[in-house]
T-cell receptor, first 113, second 112 residues
């Protein structure tokens, strides 16, 4: 039962261009969404979050968009840099899940220089 | 910047042995979590801990698992009798009321 889905296992982008990572969820009770970045042999690092009362949150090169009616969120990275190459996890919390995080499977982003 | 630390970074143990994975959360955080990621699979929630007791646990967190905060700083995960399928990366996380979860670097557990 995949409550949080990241349907693209990998994405390859040229340095300087926009990276768009997508995430879909099925549980309408989720009210808080997060993106984490993970390098090999390290723990997930928090990137950016968004509450369900917003549809956009921006932090530097990272912007998260939330479309509640479509149960879809996306992470935009612009401009992409080689150091952004990592696995990106979408996570959600809220509803019956309380404050624990339900993770997507992750998307491997490769930024080519 | 404060960070969550975990020890050891890699633990190899034989099936049936007990292991204790240790975490030092960020000092002013109130909520503590263990997650795990089996190789090639999703990051999965195991247990959350608040106010010195388990607040939630997943189906994975059966009687073989326990957590403790023995001294107000460490947060440990014990697996009493390890199984091959317990091999995974185990991540500790902590957060305060207003912060998002901060994860530790993980402990790679290998059960042989």
């Amino acid at each position: 039962d995949q409550q949080v889905k990241q349907n693209s296992p990998s994405l390859s982008v040229q340095e300087g261009r926009i990276s768009i990572l997508n995430c879909d969820y099925t549980n309408s009770m989720f009210d808080y969404f997060l993106w984490y970045k993970k390098y090999p042999a390290e723990g997930p690092t928090f990137l950016i979050s968004i509450s369900s009362i917003k549809d956009k949150n921006e932090d530097g090169r990272f912007t998260v968009f939330l479309n509640k009616s479509a149960k879809h969120l996306s992470l935009h990275i612009v401009p992409s840099q080689p150091g952004d190459s990592a696995v990106y996890f979408c996570a959600a919390s809220g509803g019956e899940y309380g404050n624990k995080l339900v993770f997507g499977a992750g998307t491997i982003l490769r930024v080519k220089s | 910047e404060p960070e969550v630390t975990q020890t050891p970074s890699h633990q190899v143990t034989q099936m049936g042995q007990e292991v204790i994975l240790r975490c030092v959360p960020i000092s002013n955080h109130l909520y503590f979590y263990w997650y795990r990621q089996i190789l090639g699979q999703k990051v999965e929630f195991l247990v959350s801990f608040y106010n010195n007791e388990i607040s939630e646990k997943s189906e994975i967190f059966d009687d073989q698992f326990s957590v403790e905060r023995p001294d107000g700083s460490n947060f440990t995960l014990k697996i009493r009798s390890t199984k091959l399928e317990d091999s995974a990366m185990y991540f500790c996380a902590s957060r305060s009321l207003r912060s998002d979860g901060c994860f530790g670097p993980g402990t790679r557990l290998t059960v042989t």
